[in-house]
């Protein structure tokens, strides 16, 4: 079965802060790594997606991924209360495999 | 305007009879799914289709159906609903050649079966 952890939270900063939201996953064989933001009766929208090891940077937005240790994380810097919403972690599997295996996500709460 | 629309938004129906909840998408989109959301257990993906005529199951696809006719339509079947499949439905697409990545999901399907 293949997993992927995510601290439920709520993760809750102050405005201006850096957001850490950290995932883990269990698939030695995942390949392609996706953060989703869903607000509030919203659906899903993809904000980042990473494939190699190291950092990618988009704007506001940092996904960290470390395949040794099976760990892939959110950076969001000077979070805004905007920004307040779950984040979802999605990992899926090379070789043809289109089944993504999200978490069940991280609470953040940014606070003014 | 590049879209996935659902329908219905909201749906109460009783044990046994049978619903559609259509999916459609503007982009030519040869990836499409569907996943369920519920409290506590996150997203999970209950058919996927690669293209016309190419279906496949998911991690949860028990009392579901669906087809795919057209490369724009998805729609997902529910023959003989049960309460336990009362939860919130999204239809998602993907760009060709982006495999699971998933870039574009409908608005949500709120279903309630009682």
């Known amino acids: 079965q293949k997993e992927v952890e995510q601290n439920s939270g709520p993760l809750s900063v102050p405005e201006g802060a850096i957001a850490s939201l950290n995932c883990t996953y269990s698939d030695r064989g995942s390949q392609s790594f996706f953060w989703y933001r869903q607000y509030s009766g919203k659906s899903p929208e993809l904000i980042m997606f990473i494939y190699s090891n190291g950092d990618k940077e988009d704007g506001r937005f940092t996904a960290q991924l470390n395949k040794a240790s099976q760990y892939v994380s959110l950076l969001i810097r000077d979070s805004q209360p905007s920004d307040s919403a779950t984040y979802l972690c999605a990992v899926s599997s090379s070789g043809g495999s289109y089944i993504p295996t999200f978490g069940r996500g991280t609470s953040l709460i940014v606070h003014p | 305007e590049a879209q996935v629309t659902q329908n219905p938004r909201y749906l109460i129906t009783v044990t046994g009879k049978k619903l559609t909840v259509t999916c459609s998408q503007n982009?030519?989109?040869?990836?499409m799914s569907w996943y369920r959301q519920d409290p506590g257990l996150g997203l999970r993906q209950i058919y996927y289709s690669m293209n016309v005529e190419v279906t496949d199951k998911g991690d949860v696809p028990e009392g579901y159906k669906v087809s795919r006719k057209e490369k724009r339509n998805f729609p997902l079947i529910l023959e003989s609903p049960s309460p336990n499949q009362t939860s919130l439905y999204f239809c998602?697409?993907?760009?060709?050649?982006?495999?699971?990545?998933?870039?574009?999901f409908g608005a949500g399907t709120r279903l309630s079966v009682l």
């Open positions: 982009m030519n989109h040869e990836y």
């Open positions: 998602a697409s993907s760009p060709p050649g982006q495999g699971s990545v998933i870039q574009y």
